[in-house]
């Protein structure tokens, strides 16, 4: 019998620690969940602010973890940025503010496809991390971008601007209540780049909580993915 999916849930899959080195000797940990079955894609997560509390095992990347595997046939890469701590670890280094994080981002995409061999990669920012992907996450192996809660805290309209000159697409969900760009700002400060597409998402807010906003989060995910344009079950 089918059981409901709940925030507590995980479903089968291959995860496997890892540490990666960047080319400034920080350590980086982290975990992948591969599926059982052959990969349909992968997405490499770019987690919020450490500052703020945020990390790999912030809740929408490890419900990401925990159900894509089995659901959508996706690889999840998680890791800490430098100075950030979860179970899994602590990554050496200092907060940087997204300037030397730069270093970190390229040894994941490296990993990504220099020692995983994943196809189909997309890269996830949320918050602090969409700061990342946008400035930082120009190796032309991966797919495109999806933005979760930008806050265009970090990234100038001059990094911004780059996009222009690179076809890949970026899909930007903006939250209603979002607490620092609501729809209507996101689609005046990102209008410089008129193919980075905005979607408003109705009642939710910055982190996502409630299995309401994780469930589309991840359905938009697996549809980016693997073209998929049906929502996530909610049952296994």
């Given amino acids: ?14 995860r496997t620690p890892f540490h990666v080195t960047t080319t400034d000797g920080v350590d980086l940990v982290g975990e992948v969940a591969a599926p059982i079955v052959q990969s349909k894609g ?3 997560t770019l987690h919020p602010l450490p500052t703020a509390g945020g990390m790999m095992d912030s809740h929408v990347y490890k419900k990401a973890a925990n159900r894509l595997p089995a659901l959508s046939g996706i690889t999840v890469v998680r890791f800490n940025t430098r100075g950030t701590t ?7 280094g200092e907060f940087d503010n997204g300037e030397a994080e730069g270093f970190d981002v390229q040894a994941m995409i490296n990993y990504c496809f220099d020692e995983l061999n994943l196809e189909n990669l997309w890269i996830v920012g949320w918050s602090f991390g969409t700061d ?11 797919k495109g971008l999806i933005l979760l809660s930008p806050p265009l805290r970090t990234t100038t309209d001059e990094q911004l601007m780059y996009w222009n000159s690179d076809p890949r697409p970026i899909f930007a969900f903006v939250p209603e209540h979002d607490d620092y760009l609501k729809p209507d700002v996101a689609k005046e400060r990102f209008s410089i780049v008129p193919t980075l597409k905005i979607i408003p998402v109705d009642g939710a ?3 996502w909580l409630g299995e309401p906003s994780v469930h589309r ?14 929502a996530l079950p909610v049952e296994y």
Avoid: F, Q
Avoid at 1 to 14: F, G, N, Q, V
């Fill in 205 to 207: 807010k910055h982190l």
């Fill in 42 to 44: 992968a997405i490499l």
């Fill in 217 to 230: 989060v991840l359905s938009e995910i697996n549809t980016i993915v693997t073209g998929d344009i049906k």
């Fill in 86 to 92: 979860s179970e899994a670890g602590t990554s050496t």
């Fill in 132 to 142: 990342l992907a946008l400035r930082h996450a120009k190796d032309p192996r991966h």
């Fill in 1 to 14: 019998m089918a059981e409901l999916i709940r925030p507590s849930t995980m479903l089968p899959a291959h």
